[in-house]
């Protein structure tokens, strides 16, 4: 079993930071690509960063320059620093993991979503 577990979510002003975290539990052979997605009301889910574990990173055009994906490989967990916040950052945060079980099994994993509330 394989658990993905978000922390760090909470109210905040327009301007102000927050750290997302993201721990990966289980049964893991290796993690390739950790991302963090988030999903505003009313609308699709959307990919906010991802990293694999040789450290190659993406990010949504909106974000850029303003967040930072990072990754510990020995604790199975990625960071999300958000600096900058914008009331439209306002969502639900998900992180997603790419988790090889086995070296033949390999399974994508969902946490339950840590809340993000940017207020103006």
């Known amino acids: 079993q ?3 577990v978000e922390s760090g979510g909470d109210l905040v002003q327009a ?12 049964v893991i052979f290796s993690i390739n690509v950790m991302a963090w ?9 959307e990919l906010v960063a991802r990293i694999t574990s040789g450290g190659w990173i993406e990010y949504a055009d909106s974000v850029k320059g303003r967040f930072t994906i990072s990754r510990d490989n020995a604790k199975n967990t990625v960071y999300l620093q958000m600096n900058s916040l914008k009331p439209e950052d306002t969502a639900i945060y998900y992180c997603n993991a790419d988790v090889k079980e086995t070296l033949t ?3 994508s994993h969902w946490g339950q979503g840590t809340q993000v509330t940017v207020s103006s």
């Open 15 to 26: 301007g102000g930071s927050l750290r997302l975290s993201c721990a990966v539990s289980g």
């Open 105 to 107: 099994y390999r399974s």
């Open 2 to 4: 394989v658990q993905v």
């Open 37 to 45: 997605y988030r999903q505003a009301p009313g609308k699709q889910r």
